[in-house]
T-cell receptor, first 113, second 114 residues
Framework: EAQVTQNPRYLITVTGKKLTVTCSQN?????MSWYRQDPGLGLRQIYY???????DKGDVPEGYKVSRKEKRNFPLILESPSPNQTSLYFC????????????FGNGTRLTVT | ELKVEQNPLFLSMQEGKNYTIYCNYS?????LYWYRQDPGKSLESLFV?????AVKQEGRLMASLDTKARLSTLHITAAVHDLSATYFC??????????????FGQGTILTVHP
């Protein structure tokens, strides 16, 4: 089954404790991206990657890191999480031809206390 | 910087009625997407619009794109309860170095009442 898999689904952590949210897709998509969803703000793009070893900032990259060492994986790293990073996070992927919509993962709800 | 304004943000409709959700964007864009999100769920794609004047329809939903007016619309015909969800539009920059940057609207929470 074609899918984008995020883990974990729920995560509660404390300020400053490094964490990684994994994202993997099995559709051979070149493009992958991360978003955070906050009430009233819609989805905001954190980082995106056009292909392996090619990443770029979205609108809200501060406090986040990403890497794209393999085509299928695009982990999101929070080196020192803070409470303002409490949010719902989505990973998504697509063929970047412009005609392809994003396929979204199921989301990771992160709480930083 | 690409800005997207979606309205209304909240929409309460009666079954059987028609309504339109609007998405205005601030700069040149050649890719427009509409997504649906059910409560507690992920997003699923509804439409991809790639050129001025593009119109796509699926069931009771129809989306259009006017790149000159920098406007996309999602029209709902004869609403039914199953259409209750949050609807997002999203735009990507037309080429350039920010090719993969995607900007979403705030979302429209649609509730359809009997």
């Amino acid at each position: 089954e074609a899918q984008v898999t995020q883990n974990p689904r729920y995560l509660i952590t404390v300020t400053g404790k490094k964490l990684t949210v994994t994202c993997s897709q099995n559709m051979n998509h070149e493009y992958m991206s991360w978003y955070r969803q906050d009430p009233g703000l819609g989805l905001r793009q954190i980082y995106y990657s056009m292909n392996v070893e090619v990443t770029d900032k979205g609108d809200v990259p501060e406090g986040y890191k990403v890497s794209r060492k393999e085509k299928r994986n695009f982990p999101l790293i929070l080196e020192s999480p803070s409470p303002n990073q409490t949010s719902l996070y989505f990973c998504a992927s697509s063929f970047w031809t412009g005609a392809s919509p994003l396929h979204f993962g199921n989301g990771t709800r992160l709480t930083v206390t | 910087e690409l800005k997207v304004e979606q309205n209304p943000l909240f929409l309460s409709m009666q079954e059987g009625k028609n309504y339109t959700i609007y998405c205005n964007y601030s700069t040149t864009s050649d890719r427009l997407y509409w997504y649906r999100q059910d409560p507690g769920k992920s997003l699923e794609s509804l439409f991809v619009l790639l050129s001025n004047g593009a119109v796509k329809q699926e069931g009771r939903l129809m989306a259009s794109l006017d790149t000159k007016a920098r406007l996309s619309t999602l029209h709902i015909t004869a609403a039914v309860h199953d259409l209750s969800a949050t609807y997002f539009c999203a735009f990507s920059n037309a080429g350039g170095t920010s090719y993969g940057k995607l900007t979403f609207g705030q979302g429209t929470i649609l509730t359809v009442h009997p």
